[in-house]
């Protein structure tokens, strides 16, 4: 090969060609030391090394390098070695395509290795997909080996190695194995079809527009390398609410064409599948699973899709579930479903995935022993052994559905010969869907080790029960956002999960540190000061929105996202917390209860069953009580409720000041949007705080001993303000406004104002304007004081409702407005089609700093 066309191929292989304008801005932006990310490279930036490291890894590593082997997932590996070291230390390798003769770096399975290289004496067997990171020493020359056991091993070794360089840890003497947890590490994607995603906060889908697949499938590919960079081997394209249309001859080569994509990265893709499709799209008048022209149709159409794909990874299958069909409309049970289908996949090496999150959404409220929690292990433990090797029972980490917290699912235990995966949310539902900041990694990890006769980890990793396969399944709703998730924060939860899903046995520190190094470079200060962040944040979120085990106090019939403390009463939904005059929480116990409490092994179920082991934190999930019931910690429930919403709406105010003090360490574009993010998040914070707050106080009838539930100082009412075209309205659920009511400007009355006199001490003041900002229009806002403008702003958010309710809450803080006695605090509002300029309230705060 030549210098020119080893040029060229070195391109081809990193994706980037540096023309000569390109490369000076990349110079000078490397000079100044903080890139503009737009977050697209995730935690795989790459940034240069300098001082003492710099040198130390220019030492270490050779210059040269060369592959065994030429498969495109080898290719991918050292592509990605050229562009890390090259981003990192500055050096671009050299590719040999012959034995090398100078020290180098080698990459190839450890069969090829043993095979094309025996001097190296390297020798043994290595577990699927695992690598091997070595340094030999051979007739003088000295080789970096990346072995793997096959060219997905490779791969991840390839990126284990840039990884060391990126944290700063030591690459000669190597000698180190690593082998995955567990064979299933997929990502699950909920894209539609026509481009949209359920619940997905990072824009369209990266796969679909317009009922089809997208030409450009470039962000794709860019998908793949995120996902092999952290071992993450398979990956499902749309959503489990299954378009039947999928399933159709036209799709599979459009799907062969999103696999085509993923193949270089080791990415595996799968479909979610429609039970009743042999009805609606192949043309039969049954699915009944044990019709054998059902059977038959599975079988043809699976082998069609074969032709075409022929390594698919298997399909998803979502039935008798939330309005999808399913195999209770012939009378048969999910064993019959899944093995019908199995079947299908079995000569082709597919895999059955079906969802553990089966459950009547139309259960008698009034009845205290119908329980949700139950479902489950119901409907799936009785079948125990009547799966299919290759079915996958793919059961979400907690009972109900992604809650703030919830216990481990029992049916983790409830299974011993059955294969199983645990589904995991990295998408942020109910956690603030991508607009708070919740690091999902310590949640996650105290399910992975609780002890249900053996850590959650190792039941549904298949270890305990010896199966043959099991797992880890992150949803992810990655879209085409630049930085795939909607905010910068989150990715770190993308991040943890396939960490985990390669070892849970890694520490939630250990992520955070390891994320932020890699995303936000190796300061220190930064570095300490995001990770505390992202350690706290999902005991924050917690603490203002669902504590106790209550769950997440949201609106739960609708857009899962504000407070809405009733929401999940008196309705079929079974998101109970059974909240009154006398008591709160869901009776599970097996004495009194619903009985779910008795689903555990016994260890488990003692210590839940009990008022005196239940943990404080997962109290009013497994057991009804009085208000007045004392805590482990010596708290009352109903002051811990209180007093949690004050500390939790606090610490989330308080990640304001801890952003800013890393201004100029963080790249301006990410530290100016992450900063709107964190300001937007302790805006919403005390909304859920006084809400939830004020319901129960008005439930309970039990003062906060500390004074604060229901008096708020500086707070004036919009509503008690003297108005100019506002009028008051009521604000439905009440909690969600202060009051239960607000002001509302009807559009066509434009301009409103609200105005007061301010009447207390002479001094520097911060104002907080509380108003809504619906996504029905753009209302502007102007604040005066005694007619000079001070602040103007647009209500442009995208929040994820109409209404004026809690979810369109938000505030505008003002700080520095010196006031006198008598001055005229007036808010102007300007409404823009349905979104009325609505205000809550203002809030003035002395401000003598
Ligand atoms: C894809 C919850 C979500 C739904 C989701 C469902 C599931 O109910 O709100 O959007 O549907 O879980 O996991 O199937």
Same mark, same amino acid.
């Given at each position: 090969?030549?210098?020119?066309?080893?040029?060229?191929?070195?391109?081809?292989?990193? /994706?980037?060609?540096?023309?000569?304008?390109?490369?000076?801005?990349?110079?000078?932006?490397?000079?100044?030391?903080?890139?503009?990310?737009? #977050?697209?490279?995730?935690?795989?930036?790459? $940034?240069?090394?300098?001082?003492?490291?710099?040198?130390?890894?220019?030492?270490?590593?050779?210059?040269?390098?060369?592959?065994?082997?030429?498969?495109?997932?080898?290719?991918?590996?050292?592509?990605?070695?050229?562009?890390?070291?090259?981003?990192?230390?500055?050096?671009?390798?050299?590719?040999?395509?012959?034995?090398?003769?100078?020290?180098?770096?080698?990459?190839?399975?450890?069969?090829?290795?043993?095979?094309?290289?025996?001097?190296?004496?390297?020798?043994?067997?290595?577990?699927?997909?695992?690598?091997?990171?070595?340094?030999?020493?051979? #007739?003088?020359?000295?080789?970096?080996?990346?072995?793997?056991?096959?060219?997905?091993?490779?791969?991840?070794?390839?990126?284990?190695?840039?990884?060391?360089?990126?944290?700063?840890?030591?690459?000669?003497?190597?000698?180190?194995? $690593?082998?995955?947890?567990?064979?299933?590490?997929?990502?699950?994607?909920?894209?539609?079809?026509?481009?949209?995603?359920?619940?997905?906060?990072?824009?369209?889908? @990266?796969?679909?527009?317009?009922?089809?697949?997208?030409?450009?499938?470039?962000?794709?590919?860019? !998908?793949?390398?995120?996902?092999?960079?952290?071992?993450?081997?398979?990956?499902?394209?749309?959503?489990?609410?299954?378009?039947?249309?999928?399933?159709?001859?036209?799709?599979?080569?459009?799907?062969?064409?999103?696999?085509?994509?993923?193949?270089?990265?080791?990415?595996?893709?799968?479909?979610?599948?429609?039970?009743?499709?042999?009805?609606?799209?192949?043309?039969?008048?049954?699915?009944?699973?044990?019709?054998?022209?059902?059977?038959?149709?599975?079988?043809?159409?699976?082998?069609?899709?074969?032709?075409?794909?022929?390594?698919?990874?298997?399909?998803?299958?979502?039935?008798?579930?939330?309005?999808?069909?399913?195999?209770?409309?012939? /009378?048969?049970?999910?064993?019959?479903?899944?093995?019908?289908?199995?079947?299908?996949?079995?000569?082709?090496? #597919?895999?059955?995935?079906?969802?553990?999150?089966?459950?009547?959404?139309?259960?008698?409220?009034?009845?205290?022993?119908?329980?949700?929690?139950?479902?489950? !292990?119901?409907?799936?433990?009785?079948?125990?052994?009547?799966?299919?090797?290759?079915?996958?029972?793919?059961?979400?980490?907690?009972?109900?559905?992604?809650?703030?917290?919830?216990?481990?699912?029992?049916?983790?235990?409830?299974?011993?010969?059955?294969?199983?995966?645990?589904?995991?949310? @990295?998408?942020?539902? &109910?956690? *603030?869907?991508?607009?708070?900041?919740?690091?999902?990694?310590?949640?996650?990890?105290?399910?992975?080790?609780?002890?249900?006769?053996?850590?959650?980890?190792?039941?549904?990793?298949?270890?305990?029960?010896?199966?043959?396969?099991?797992?880890?399944?992150?949803?992810?709703?990655?879209?085409?956002?630049?930085?795939?998730?909607?905010?910068?924060?989150? +990715?770190?939860?993308?991040?943890?999960?396939?960490?985990?899903?390669?070892?849970?046995?890694?520490?939630?520190?250990?992520?955070?540190?390891?994320?932020?190094?890699?995303?936000?470079?190796?300061?220190?200060?930064?570095?300490?000061?995001?990770?505390?962040?992202?350690?706290?944040?999902?005991?924050?979120?917690?603490?203002?929105? *669902?504590?106790?085990?209550?769950?997440?106090?949201?609106?739960?019939?609708?857009?899962?996202?504000?407070?809405?403390?009733?929401?999940?009463?008196?309705?079929?939904?079974?998101?109970?917390?059974?909240?009154?005059?006398?008591?709160?929480?869901?009776?599970?116990?097996?004495?009194?209860?619903?009985?779910?409490?008795?689903?555990?092994?016994?260890?488990?179920?003692?210590? &839940?069953?009990?008022?005196?082991?239940?943990?404080?934190?997962?109290?009013?999930?497994?057991?009804?009580?009085?208000?007045?019931?004392?805590?482990?910690? #010596?708290?009352?429930?109903?002051?811990?409720?209180?007093?949690?919403?004050?500390?939790?709406?606090?610490?989330?105010?308080?990640?304001?000041?801890?952003?800013?003090?890393?201004?100029?360490?963080?790249?301006?574009?990410?530290?100016?949007?992450?900063?709107?993010?964190?300001?937007?998040?302790?805006? $919403?914070?005390?909304?859920?705080?006084?809400?939830?707050?004020?319901?129960?106080?008005?439930?309970?009838? @039990?003062?906060?001993?500390? /004074?604060?539930?229901?008096?708020?100082?500086?707070?004036?009412?919009?509503?008690?303000?003297?108005?100019? /075209?506002?009028?008051?309205?009521?604000?439905?659920?009440?909690?969600?406004?202060?009051?239960?009511?607000?002001?509302?400007?009807?559009?066509?009355?434009?301009?409103?104002?609200?105005?007061?006199?301010?009447?207390?001490?002479?001094?520097?003041?911060?104002?907080?304007?509380?108003?809504?900002?619906?996504?029905?229009?753009?209302?502007?806002?102007?604040?005066?004081?005694?007619?000079?403008?001070?602040?103007?702003?647009?209500?442009?958010?995208?929040?994820?409702? +109409?209404?004026?309710?809690?979810?369109?809450?938000?505030?505008?803080?003002?700080?520095?407005?010196?006031?006198?006695?008598?001055?005229? @605090?007036?808010?102007?509002?300007?409404?823009?089609?349905?979104?009325?300029?609505?205000?809550? &309230?203002?809030?003035?705060?002395?401000?003598?700093?």
């Amino acid at each position: 090969m030549n210098a020119d066309e080893r040029g060229s191929k070195i391109e081809r292989l990193i /994706g980037v060609h540096l023309c000569s304008s390109a490369a000076k801005y990349a110079v000078l932006l490397v000079t100044l030391g903080l890139h503009a990310e737009t #977050g697209a490279n995730a935690w795989l930036l790459y $940034q240069p090394l300098d001082g003492s490291a710099l040198q130390h890894y220019r030492q270490a590593l050779p210059a040269a390098m060369t592959a065994l082997g030429n498969s495109a997932v080898i290719a991918s590996a050292q592509g990605e070695l050229i562009r890390g070291v090259r981003g990192m230390l500055g050096r671009t390798l050299r590719m040999e395509a012959h034995w090398p003769a100078e020290d180098s770096l080698v990459l190839g399975t450890l069969a090829d290795l043993e095979r094309d290289a025996p001097q190296l004496g390297l020798a043994g067997r290595l577990p699927t997909d695992a690598f091997w990171l070595k340094s030999v020493s051979a #007739g003088g020359v000295k080789y970096t080996i990346v072995a793997g056991s096959n060219d997905r091993g490779v791969l991840y070794g390839a990126f284990a190695l840039l990884r060391k360089i990126a944290l700063g840890e030591p690459i000669t003497n190597l000698d180190e194995k $690593q082998a995955p947890y567990a064979p299933i590490r997929w990502i699950n994607q909920w894209d539609n079809l026509d481009g949209s995603i359920e619940r997905g906060y990072g824009g369209r889908s @990266i796969f679909w527009e317009n009922g089809h697949v997208r030409d450009d499938l470039s962000r794709v590919a860019e !998908y793949g390398r995120l996902l092999a960079s952290l071992g993450i081997n398979g990956c499902s394209i749309n959503n489990v609410n299954a378009d039947v249309r999928l399933l159709t001859p036209e799709y599979a080569p459009q799907i062969a064409r999103i696999a085509d994509a993923l193949r270089p990265w080791g990415v595996r893709v799968a479909i979610s599948v429609d039970f009743g499709s042999p009805k609606t799209v192949g043309g039969l008048d049954t699915f009944d699973p044990l019709d054998r022209r059902v059977a038959a149709w599975w079988a043809a159409r699976t082998s069609d899709l074969y032709r075409a794909v022929p390594d698919l990874g298997g399909f998803v299958l979502k039935a008798d579930s939330e309005g999808r069909v399913g195999p209770s409309t012939y /009378g048969r049970t999910p064993a019959d479903a899944a093995n019908v289908v199995a079947r299908a996949l079995k000569p082709h090496g #597919g895999l059955l995935f079906y969802r553990g999150f089966v459950y009547d959404h139309h259960a008698d409220w009034r009845n205290l022993k119908n329980d949700r929690a139950r479902a489950a !292990y119901d409907n799936f433990h009785p079948l125990d052994g009547r799966f299919d090797d290759n079915v996958v029972v793919q059961i979400k980490n907690g009972p109900i559905d992604f809650q703030v917290r919830e216990p481990a699912s029992p049916l983790f235990a409830g299974l011993t010969q059955t294969n199983q995966a645990i589904e995991l949310q @990295i998408t942020q539902e &109910y956690l *603030g869907q991508a607009r708070a900041m919740v690091f999902l990694v310590p949640m996650w990890k105290e399910t992975l080790d609780f002890d249900m006769g053996g850590p959650v980890r190792e039941l549904v990793s298949g270890r305990a029960n010896h199966r043959p396969t099991g797992g880890f399944i992150g949803v992810a709703n990655v879209g085409l956002d630049d930085n795939w998730l909607g905010n910068y924060l989150s +990715q770190a939860n993308l991040y943890g999960f396939g960490r985990l899903a390669w070892n849970p046995d890694l520490g939630a520190r250990q992520i955070a540190g390891e994320w932020t190094r890699l995303t936000f470079g190796s300061d220190p200060k930064v570095v300490d000061t995001i990770s505390a962040m992202q350690l706290q944040s999902w005991r924050v979120y917690e603490d203002y929105t *669902g504590v106790l085990g209550l769950q997440g106090l949201t609106d739960i019939t609708g857009n899962h996202y504000g407070v809405n403390v009733e929401a999940s009463e008196r309705n079929g939904w079974g998101q109970w917390h059974r909240a009154d005059e006398h008591g709160v929480g869901m009776d599970r116990t097996v004495a009194t209860g619903t009985g779910f409490i008795g689903q555990y092994p016994p260890a488990a179920a003692k210590l &839940y069953e009990s008022l005196e082991t239940c943990p404080d934190d997962l109290l009013l999930f497994m057991h009804h009580v009085p208000y007045t019931h004392v805590l482990h910690d #010596g708290k009352t429930v109903i002051q811990y409720i209180y007093d949690s919403h004050y500390e939790g709406a606090k610490a989330a105010e308080n990640y304001v000041g801890q952003w800013k003090s890393l201004r100029g360490r963080v790249d301006e574009q990410r530290y100016a949007a992450v900063l709107a993010q964190l300001e937007y998040q302790a805006g $919403q914070a005390p909304v859920w705080r006084d809400a939830v707050n004020n319901w129960f106080f008005r439930e309970s009838g @039990i003062a906060d001993e500390k /004074g604060r539930v229901g008096y708020h100082p500086g707070r004036v009412e919009a509503e008690s303000m003297h108005l100019e /075209g506002y009028t008051v309205v009521s604000v439905m659920p009440w909690e969600s406004a202060s009051g239960g009511e607000a002001v509302s400007c009807a559009s066509g009355a434009a301009p409103c104002a609200a105005s007061y006199r301010f009447e207390g001490a002479p001094g520097w003041y911060t104002l907080r304007v509380q108003y809504f900002d619906t996504n029905t229009g753009v209302a502007r806002f102007r604040l005066r004081i005694q007619g000079q403008l001070v602040d103007e702003w647009a209500a442009a958010d995208h929040v994820p409702t +109409q209404k004026i309710d809690g979810s369109s809450s938000t505030r505008r803080t003002v700080a520095g407005i010196a006031l006198r006695p008598g001055d005229e @605090i007036r808010i102007e509002g300007i409404p823009d089609g349905g979104d009325t300029a609505a205000i809550d &309230y203002i809030e003035i705060e002395s401000n003598t700093n």
